[in-house]
């Protein structure tokens, strides 16, 4: 099984260097995707179309995706313009986009992460103009990674970018996606401190999925839980965790 793994904001493909050999050890194919204006697209334009090329352009026929946090986001766009080539979804402590509006309208109150305002700044990045950076250390391992070791954590704050904001505010228009109501599984991570509740609640019920794995882990189980992520995956890929017997009901917009 080949799973194309879509990273969240201000992270690239360098985060699952952990999960992909445990993925590898399962006996599957992993494919780590860097977004325009992350990892070592930095330089690139990020806009809501440069993420949907990103995610379309890596997809083979029979692919299980998988999105971390914004990464939902990312990889519905990539599924919207190829949704026959998608066999399943694996939404990662993840978000799902509401037709029409952008990824931030989709949180409670249509703002970001509480707390998140004192760890962050605005700044100027070339080509992305502004974006959200971390200029605390703390406050990044307390939002993301509070569950990894200590060289893990600075590993990770090393190369975090700063994310851009054209992305985050632009509407999201998916007129592909509904229709073809791919098979879908949620990851919960139970000790997330930078996913809100209320989004994790949100996707469940516009997916129409009653049933979630949940990893004892931080926003960052790639990181963390390597192990237990891949084999959550795994089972995922398998549809081993569904909702009850019954016809599925079509996506919520």
């Known amino acids: 099984m080949r799973f194309v793994l879509i990273h969240g904001a201000w992270h690239g493909a360098w985060c699952w260097e952990k999960l992909v050999p445990e993925l590898e050890a399962l006996g599957h194919e992993a494919v780590a995707v860097d977004l325009p204006g992350h990892g070592l697209r930095q330089n690139e334009r990020a806009t809501v179309g440069s993420y949907r090329q990103a995610a379309a352009e890596v997809i083979e026929e029979g692919d299980v995706l998988v999105g971390h946090s914004m990464g939902g986001y990312v990889m519905t766009l990539g599924a919207d313009a190829v949704p026959a080539k998608v066999s399943r979804m694996i939404f990662l402590a993840a978000g799902l986009p509401v037709e029409g509006k952008s990824m931030l309208d989709t949180f409670p109150g249509g703002g970001t992460v509480p707390g998140i305002d004192q760890y962050i700044e605005t ?88 049933t979630c794995i949940g990893i004892d882990a931080s926003h960052s189980p790639f990181i963390s839980r390597p192990r237990e992520t891949a084999h959550a995956i795994d089972l995922c890929a398998q549809g081993l965790v569904e909702p009850p017997p019954g016809p599925r009901t079509a996506a919520r917009r």
Not at 164 to 184: E, G, M, S, V, Y
Not at 190 to 201: E, M, N, S
Request: net charge negative.
């Open 123 to 210: 700044v100027e990045s070339g080509i992305n103009g502004p974006c959200m950076a971390f200029h605390s250390f703390p406050g990044a391992c307390e939002l993301l990674y509070h569950d990894c070791t200590d060289d893990d954590q600075r590993w990770a704050f090393e190369h975090l970018s700063p994310q851009p904001i054209a992305p985050l505010t632009a509407p999201i228009r998916l007129p592909n996606f509904w229709k073809h109501n791919i098979p879908a599984s949620f990851i919960l991570c139970t000790d997330d401190r930078g996913h809100p509740a209320p989004l994790v609640a949100d996707v469940l019920r516009r997916r129409g999925l009653s």
